[in-house]
Nanobody
Framework: QVQLVESGGGLVQPGGSLRLSCAAS????????MRWYRQAPGKEREWVAR????????NYADSVKGRFTISRDNTKNTMYLQMNSLKPEDTAVYFC?????????WGQGTQVTVSS
């Protein structure tokens, strides 16, 4: 069974930075593209970024493009999201996601709060 565990969230001031991690286990991590999503309270889940299985190709939502960087270390079965120039509207629970055999798997999420 697929397991995903996010970490690294916290409280940060506007303009600050955080790095989120997603530790993956119980599947062949290097074979799959990975994604970050986020969900603010009372709002629908929003796609944030995607990274190909090798890490060569990345894609970003317009709202985070130029500020966030998705990466992965296939030797550590870990995906990252470096978040710079954070804005209050980035406040959300951030989830990592993988689709394996047409099934979407999610971690428990990590809270990011951007506030002065």
């Amino acid at each position: 069974q697929v397991q995903l565990v996010e970490s690294g969230g916290g409280l940060v001031q506007p303009g600050g930075s955080l790095r989120l991690s997603c530790a993956a286990s119980e599947f062949t991590f290097s074979n799959y593209a990975m994604r970050w999503y986020r969900q603010a309270p009372g709002k629908e889940r929003e796609w944030v970024a995607r990274i190909s299985s090798s890490g060569v190709a990345t894609n970003y939502a317009d709202s985070v493009k130029g500020r966030f960087t998705i990466s992965r270390d296939n030797t550590k079965n870990t995906m990252y999201l470096q978040m710079n120039s954070l804005k209050p509207e980035d406040t959300a629970v951030y989830f990592c996601n993988v689709m394996v055999y047409s099934v979407n798997y999610w971690g428990q999420g990590t809270q990011v709060t951007v506030s002065s």
